[in-house]
């Protein structure tokens, strides 16, 4: 057998053809494009898509199957000329259909937007210029002969979001996601440790572009020589090194690890040309608390007493987790105070629930590790103080 012949994944325009293909006789919805399913299908391989194709034809006929009479002989033609495959149903039959050449590995794709992450204006846009862009303007790195960043380390204190920031620039970069624990990787046995790691960057490699999301990195790459009598903490260090700046370049694979202890770290992982980028998630600032505010209760209902901009203000020191706490906290409590009503007879009904100022400030009070007692004055009662006459 001389002659070997590697019949792979297929890559964009491939999969926009093996698409068409199988959409030839299907009557198509009007929204439904198939190059954005051709871009957003990386790792598929020819059956996997057909698999996609069929599943939402069975959507689309889940859809009209209380029209259908099954007990007559035909089908009438009417239902037949309206019947149609819509984007929904496209949507619906992506989530569901996992790419054959990644199943060996965690692979998700994340449903996190930029809108979900608060603040954090100036990571966001080192985040995108690392990995959005040279997905979207490669002309312009190949012009200037500029390499994309093959590693970003994101480090602060836990709950800032790091993790949530990984799932939202591998969202926005339509990129698979692989996500791996950092003390997932260990085994018993010699050589299944980095045989782990080998296998993670192969199959990234093979489904460019990729994100390789390592979190709690510090756990698998700690300083080698630290008196780890297996050894196993070394090799993986090793093959992780071997793998960021080894002989076999990185395309379109971006490593992106997390940790809330950079100094456990063993350097030559963080050097240039391997994790290059050091980018700290710190403690949000009172506007970026505000925001982080909006985004967890722009679904919840708030009573008129609810400010925002006063339970920024007494969450001084409080991280992304920690208000997003606060928030499910008040909600908690809005949902037993309507439970007690209508358990003691009261004329409660859900559409009069809603999280008020006094709830908000039982959960920053329980949610903080000091006990603090908030001061929640809203801006209406401030100015009210500022303009009443004094007292004789």
């Known amino acids: 057998f001389d002659r070997e012949i590697e019949v792979g994944a297929p890559d964009t325009h491939g999969r926009a053809e093996i698409l068409r293909i199988h959409t030839r006789e299907m009557p198509l919805g009007d929204g439904v494009d198939l190059d954005q399913y051709a871009a957003s299908t990386h790792g598929f391989v020819g059956a996997d898509l057909e698999s996609l194709i069929r599943e939402a034809a069975m959507n689309a006929l889940r859809r009209v199957r209380p029209d259908l009479d099954l007990e007559g002989d035909e089908i009438d033609a009417d239902t037949l000329e309206s019947l149609s495959v819509t984007e929904a149903d496209f949507r619906a039959a992506h989530r569901e259909i996992e790419p054959s050449a990644l199943r060996e590995v965690f692979v998700e794709t994340p449903d996190v937007t930029w809108d979900d992450v608060g603040g954090l204006t100036e990571t966001k846009a080192r985040l995108q210029e690392a990995i959005q862009w040279p997905l979207e ?11 994309s960043t093959s590693g970003i380390l994101l480090h602060g204190p836990p709950g800032t979001g790091k993790t949530l920031l990984a799932k939202a620039v591998a969202n926005e970069a339509e990129s698979n996601f692989i996500s791996v624990k950092g003390p997932e990787l260990f085994d018993k046995y010699v050589g299944e440790s980095e045989k782990g790691v080998r296998e993670i960057f192969s199959k990234a490699r093979e489904n460019a572009p990729t994100v390789i999301f390592f979190d709690e990195i510090d756990a698998i790459a700690s300083q080698r020589g630290s008196g780890d009598d297996s050894q196993v903490g070394e090799r993986v260090v090793s093959q992780l090194l071997t793998e960021l ?49 909006e985004i967890h209760t722009q679904t919840r209902p708030l ?10 203000a007494a969450t001084d020191g409080f991280v992304g987790a920690e208000l997003a706490a606060v928030c499910r906290t008040a909600a908690s409590a809005a949902v037993r105070e309507h439970v007690q009503a209508r358990r003691n007879g009261e004329s409660a009904t859900v559409d009069e629930m809603a999280l008020t100022q006094a709830q908000f400030a039982d959960a920053i009070r329980e949610i903080s590790e000091d006990g603090r007692e908030p001061v929640l004055t809203t801006q209406t009662a401030a100015d009210d103080a500022e303009t009443a006459e004094p007292a004789d």
């Open 137 to 147: 303007y490669p002309e312009a790195y190949r012009q200037v002969d500029l390499n």
């Open 245 to 293: 700046d080894g002989l076999e370049a990185l395309e379109d694979v971006v490593v992106i690890a997390a940790t809330n202890r950079p100094d456990l770290i063993d350097d030559a992982l963080t050097r240039a040309g391997r994790i290059e980028q050091e980018i700290e998630v710190g403690e949000p600032d009172e506007e970026t608390r505000r925001e982080i505010l």
């Open 303 to 312: 009573a008129d007493d609810v400010d925002l901009n006063a339970i920024a």
